[in-house]
């Protein structure tokens, strides 16, 4: 199972709701204009709160929880580097570490992470967990410990180091070849970056696992998934070779602005390099799932609308049909920006004879 497709602004936002929420941060204690950036901090403008973030700074330069919500809105922004500053700022500037210092810590370990230092995220993180200063925050910087392979759990994992990957595997996967293993996805990283002009600026982890439930143990969600942004990979090792790889070559090289969940994994599934005929793997899902139609654009803009093992297949045959019919070049605009309203102004009329085409030959 593949990179989360719901919005990152709309998730952030509301795990920023929760977490603030959670943190005790006495309101009547904050000047007014700090308050109204926490505001647009939960509503996800996060580039509003970094420029008028940044503008109140001047007026107090000081004040911890402002360095906070601008550290935080520049990481949830993707923006790693630029927020290490402002979160350690936070994190010196509250001397009795509070919940401050907690978040402060958490959201400087995931900046450090993403940034390619793995043991400068380890200790912001286990610090955060170590003060115990709300329940939240340490259960959120556990769980980024485990995420990250930063935990004990990973000290006897063996590591595979190729260009542009750092592999894990679990230590039940002793029978497996783990250079063989590590080399052909290398390679199908190349090919599918390349397709997208996407570079790492360093080795992405890619931790390999046995099984779902192997995985679950570390409280882990379902696998596979990625997380782009941070350069991380977590999947079982029978899955297809170019599924989760693809969600980091699009994010590093399209860029998307904006995702839909038919685009984003229908293109990792067109990239799997499984070698299945796309449109009879559509066809076989819908019958095993006893549906006799399919809706190209109810599924563009309800991903939700159908279960996934039928989503992704019909996801794959749309993208596959779209390149085929389309174009190659077509398929990189459509990544960045993924919506029905960007698609038709790249097809034009031809976007419904697409969709009908796609409909009918998946039909059972």
């Known amino acids: 199972m593949p990179f989360p497709v719901w919005s990152h602004r709309l998730f952030a936002a509301l795990v920023a709701l929760v977490l603030t929420g959670s943190a005790g941060r006495p309101a009547a204690a904050q000047a007014p204009a700090v308050d109204a950036i926490w505001q647009q901090y ?6 509003q709160v970094v420029d008028e973030g940044t503008a109140l700074l001047d007026e107090r330069p000081d004040d911890p929880t402002l360095h906070l919500v601008i550290g935080r809105a520049l990481v949830d922004d993707g923006q790693h580097a630029r927020s290490v500053t402002h979160l350690e700022q936070a994190d010196a500037l509250d001397a009795d570490d509070t919940w401050i210092t907690a978040w402060a810590l958490n959201f400087l370990g995931k900046a450090h992470f993403a940034e390619g230092q793995p043991a400068a995220a380890r200790t912001a993180l286990q610090r955060s967990v170590d003060l115990r200063a709300t329940r939240n925050a340490t259960r959120s910087s556990a769980r980024w410990l485990e995420t990250f392979g930063l935990s004990p ?12 990957f750092v592999f894990r595997f679990a230590p039940s996967l002793q029978e497996v070849d783990h250079a063989a293993f590590a080399e052909r996805r290398d390679a199908a990283f190349q090919e599918i970056a390349a397709f997208f002009g996407a570079t790492l600026p360093h080795p992405a982890r890619f931790f390999v696992w046995r099984s779902n439930e192997e995985a679950q143990a570390a409280g882990l969600p379902p696998l596979g998934f990625a997380r782009p942004a941070y350069h991380l990979v977590h999947a079982r090792v029978n899955q297809t070779v170019g599924h989760e790889i693809t969600h980091l070559a699009v994010y590093h090289g399209a860029q998307p602005e904006q995702r839909t969940g038919l685009i984003n994994e229908g293109i990792a599934v067109y990239f799997d390099q499984s070698g299945r005929d796309r449109y009879a793997t559509a066809r076989a899902a819908l019958e095993a799932a006893d549906r006799e139609t399919v809706s190209i654009e109810t599924l563009w803009t309800d991903w939700s609308s159908m279960p996934a093992r039928v989503s992704y297949p019909v996801a794959g045959a749309f993208v596959h049909h779209l390149i085929e019919r389309g174009g190659p070049a077509t398929i990189k605009q459509l990544a960045r920006h993924q919506t029905l309203d960007r698609a038709q102004q790249i097809y034009g009329d031809d976007l419904a004879r697409y969709m009908a085409e796609v409909e009918r030959r998946i039909q059972p």
């Open 42 to 47: 939960q509503q996800g403008r996060f580039g």
């Open 153 to 164: 759990r990973y000290d006897d994992w063996a590591t595979v180091e190729t260009e542009h």
